[in-house]
């Protein structure tokens, strides 16, 4: 069983950059792929960005390439979103989720998620 632990939220000016964390406990953590999701009220969960389990291979979402970076340290268990260049559509609440095997887009596809961390940009 894994569990995880979404940190580094917060209030930021658009164009500036917060950067999250997701920390894990449990597990064998280096197996898992994670992935990034968003969530704004009303609406349904979004994929943000993926990385392998090896930290070697990422996907994004075309809305956020070139101003967002994931990667892992999995001697420490965590995996990061940079979030570079923020834009007020970025405001949402960030999950981070795992899953065996290789990364998927489909929310549905991943096993263990965190409670979330909100990233409010204002204009």
């Known amino acids: 069983q894994v569990q995880l632990v979404e940190t580094g939220g917060g209030l930021v000016q658009a164009g500036g950059s917060l950067r999250l964390s997701c920390a894990a406990s449990g597990g064998t953590f280096s197996s898992y792929a994670v992935a990034w999701f968003r969530q704004t009220p009303g609406k349904e969960r979004e994929f943000v960005a993926a990385i392998s389990w090896g930290g070697g291979n990422t996907y994004y979402v075309d809305s956020v390439k070139g101003r967002f970076t994931i990667s892992r340290d999995n001697a420490k268990n965590t995996v990061y979103l940079q979030m570079n260049s923020l834009k007020s559509e970025d405001t949402a609440v960030y999950y981070c989720?795992?899953?065996?095997?290789?990364?998927?887009?489909?929310?549905?596809?991943?096993?263990?998620w965190g409670q979330g961390t909100q990233v409010t940009v204002s204009s």
């Open positions: 989720a795992a899953r065996m095997g290789v990364y998927r887009i489909d929310d549905g596809l991943y096993d263990y």
